[in-house]
Each structure stands twice: as C-alpha cells, then as structure tokens.
C-alpha cells in the first residue's frame, strides 16, 4: 500500500476566511472566494484607517 505522506490542507473557516491563504506561494495571496469574509475584512482595515486619522486629526488641529 502507499502512505498518504502529503500534508492534509488547511480547512477555511467560516468565521475568518482569509486568515487561512488560498494556496502556499511567497506573495501568499488570501482568497477572496467568500464575499461576506471579504466584506468584514475590508470593512475592518477601513475602520482602522479612519480611527488613526481622526486621532492624528485630533492631535494636530
């Protein structure tokens, strides 16, 4: 018999699906196949965007 000596893939999870990358390359892109995963992440860097303006907003004005 031959031994299955591939490591098993990494199961995306539905809470954070682009934590877990598409596939193994070196610019290790993250899959953008679940939109509503797309969706929160995206809306998660806008919101930290902003919060860092309007504190340096707030800083020097």
Not at 1 to 16: D, E, G, H, Y
Not at 20 to 42: Q, T
Not at 45 to 57: F, Y
Request: no cysteine.
């Amino acid at each position: 018999m031959i031994k299955n000596t591939r490591q098993p893939k990494l199961k995306k999870s539905l809470m954070f699906p682009l934590l877990v990358p598409s596939k193994a390359s070196p610019k290790m892109h993250f899959s953008n196949a679940n939109p509503i995963g797309y969706l929160i992440n995206v809306t998660i860097g806008v919101i930290i965007v902003m919060g860092v303006v309007s504190i340096l907003w707030k800083v020097f004005f």
